[in-house]
């Protein structure tokens, strides 16, 4: 018997044929976000040798594409450029609550929340990323020094990202607090938080399980370049010309 996937187990793809479909680029049955807010593409949970050809068509040659969640084959003359072992995350029990500390960040914050992703490196975040959904940040002496907010959106989830604290405030609970002032947000609308993290990251695992996050499934961090020669369909593969 077919078991029906989970909009979790494509996250990225339920998220661009749902809430987030104004933010799509579509060819064929490939779709993914506007590269200016953020790199993710999403395939087809069966993707063929076609759909290959569209995701080479729609990134273009020799661009890199993230894959979130795939454990497939890439095209022969595909490079990968990536490759990461990942977990996702659901609310099982979160004390979610407002922080009376925490600031709204929008477009006009942009310039310090990428310095801010520069010094840490919490993952992908670019100039429209704050698009996606509710940003906080926590300001010391005026300087922004800690935010998380909002990434994926599949239909009642909402994926928790960008959370990341300046090394010279750790220690002090600020990615705690924002991560539960954003959970209380997302709880607020009626949808469920969750995030991804990387599996080798004891220490942000520890922290999400104690704050009342349950492991839901492993996944894959992927990315890979398109080659520079268009790719055509031969023999039901994608591979380069020349």
């Known amino acids: 018997m077919s ?30 976000y506007q590269a200016d807010v953020s790199p993710w593409l999403a395939l087809p949970d069966d993707p063929g040798a076609d759909d290959w050809a569209d995701v080479a068509a ?23 450029t990536f490759r990461g072992e990942g977990v996702q995350f659901v609310d099982d029990g979160l004390a979610a609550a407002p922080d009376p500390e925490a600031v709204r960040l929008g477009p006009a914050d942009v310039p310090e929340m990428l310095a801010l992703v520069e010094r840490t490196r919490p993952g992908p975040f670019l100039p429209r ?66 995030l991804h993290a990387a599996a080798d990251n004891t220490n942000a695992l520890r922290l999400y399980e104690s704050l009342g996050f349950r492991l839901r499934r492993r996944t894959r961090f992927l990315a890979a370049r398109v080659p520079e020669r268009p790719g055509r369909v031969e023999d039901g593969r994608v591979v380069a010309v020349g």
Request: aromatic share 6%; glycine share 14%; charged share 20%.
């Open 58 to 80: 729609l990134a273009g040659p020799g661009k890199e594409i993230a894959l979130p969640g795939f454990r497939g084959e890439i095209p022969q003359g595909w490079e990968i």
């Open 129 to 194: 990323t704050v698009e996606l959904g509710t940003y906080l940040g926590i300001r010391r002496g005026g300087v922004l020094v800690a935010m998380a907010g909002e990434r994926l959106h599949p239909p009642g989830w909402t994926e928790i990202s960008a959370v990341c604290t300046d090394a010279a405030v750790r220690g002090q609970g600020l990615a705690t607090r924002l991560t539960l002032a954003v959970a209380h947000g997302i709880r607020a609308r009626g949808e469920t938080p969750f």
């Open 3 to 32: 078991v029906t996937p989970h909009v979790l187990d494509n996250p990225a793809r339920a998220s661009l044929t749902g809430p987030h479909a104004h933010f799509a680029e579509r060819r064929g049955r490939v779709l993914r």
